[in-house]
């Protein structure tokens, strides 16, 4: 990542928090804790941190931000690795015999149109909807497990 891009990072941080990171010595570090994350990775992982920080007095750190990083990335290979098996699936079943599975999965199928869908997308389209049912998998395990989360409170 270039300093500019970091920089676009770090105006982010400081536009939500109170306390600012300003002084050379402090950006310095940041950058060189975090100049080896890929951009996209790197303001992704600050816009969910932002979404999910209730109290944003003081700045996030670098590891928060790499932490974020790593998480994102382990749930987008989990998405993913489920998605190779639905495809071994599509082979095994077909479009009119569609398995049951958990609702987590299902609700990531249903968010790209359904099982349907998924069986009649062309190779050179299925990144598109990978990219989706990615996206879609890892905010519907998120809401479950809030709602998981409730329910024990």
Excluded at 13 to 26: L, R, Y
Excluded at 67 to 87: C, E, G, P
Excluded at 118 to 138: Q, R, V
Aim: one cysteine or more; a negative charge.
């Amino acid at each position: 990542m270039t300093r500019e891009e970091f920089i676009q990072g770090i105006t982010i941080i400081n536009s939500v928090c109170q306390k600012q990171i300003e002084v050379e010595a402090t950006l310095n570090v940041y950058f060189l804790t975090l100049r080896d994350l890929n951009f996209k990775d790197y303001m992704e992982a600050i816009i969910e941190l932002i979404k999910e920080k209730e109290f944003l007095h003081s700045p996030l750190s670098p590891a928060e931000i790499r932490n974020k990083v790593k998480s994102m990335k382990k749930t987008n290979l989990i998405a993913s690795n489920i998605l190779d098996k639905l495809r071994i699936d599509i082979i095994k079943y077909g479009a009119h015999n569609k398995p049951e599975y958990p609702l987590d999965i299902e609700m990531a199928l249903e968010s790209i149109g359904g099982w349907g869908k998924l069986c009649a997308t062309e190779d050179d389209k299925f990144y598109y909807i990978e990219k989706e049912f990615i996206k879609n998998y890892n905010e519907n395990c998120l809401a479950i497990e809030s709602k998981d989360l409730k329910k024990i409170n």
